[in-house]
């Protein structure tokens, strides 16, 4: 299909005062200059009649939204991108914060389910954590949304963690991977384990490993 550049929709899309436009600048054009640049005069030729640089940018911003953020298409929720490596103000974002109970009990319901389904395993092909997180992100404002994705990932953890000691100390011959005895981790709740932890900088930590039955 051949790029028509002209259309009533192209400059729409195409607005260079947009929020998304600005955001796609300034994450790619730089680095997409250069390659123009280094292009030799046949692949320069090819690159302006499919449009250049307006048919790339048209082609990029699709990964943004209105207000800029990168969501990959609709992928992404917005406000979850941090960068490439995830590195981006780190210290903006990985902070403990309120995340309601629905959502901590949700998540709770999804670790211990997947721990005796695999046996105290973490199988990152059958697990449905992404689920439990994208549903909390999109029920929470998107200034709070790493936030509490990263407050959520550490009571996930420490449930986790949780189920383990509790098997553990009902037969301490136990290994992750073997059978076990469920009915141990029916005494567990999400309360029990919540009121063992404490915030330590911008981690929930437990108070003690006492999860015996």
Do not use: C
């Amino acid at each position: 299909m051949s790029l028509n550049i002209t259309t009533n929709n192209f400059r729409q899309i195409y607005n260079t005062n947009s929020k998304q436009y600005k955001a796609a600048e300034k994450d790619f054009i730089a680095l997409h200059r250069q390659e123009v640049a280094a292009m030799s005069p046949e692949q320069k030729m090819m690159y302006e009649l499919l449009g250049g640089e307006k048919a790339y940018m048209q082609n990029v911003m699709r990964n943004y939204n209105a207000d800029g953020d990168f969501t990959a298409g609709g992928i992404i929720v917005s406000g979850m991108y941090h960068g490439i490596d995830g590195s981006t103000d780190r210290s903006t974002w990985q902070q403990i914060i309120t995340v309601s109970e629905d959502a901590r009990q949700m998540m709770f319901d999804n670790v211990k389910k997947e721990f005796i389904r695999e046996n105290g395993i973490s199988n990152g092909n059958t697990t449905k954590r992404s689920e439990v997180f994208r549903q909390y992100q999109l029920s929470v404002k998107k200034e709070e949304r790493a936030k509490g994705t990263w407050t959520l990932q550490q009571y996930e953890g420490n449930y986790r963690s949780a189920l383990y000691h509790a098997v553990k100390a009902a037969d301490p011959n136990w290994e992750a991977g073997q059978p076990f005895d469920t009915k141990i981790l029916d005494s567990i709740t999400r309360e029990d384990i919540e009121k063992n932890l404490v915030q330590s900088g911008n981690r929930l930590v437990k108070k003690s490993v006492d999860y015996h039955i």
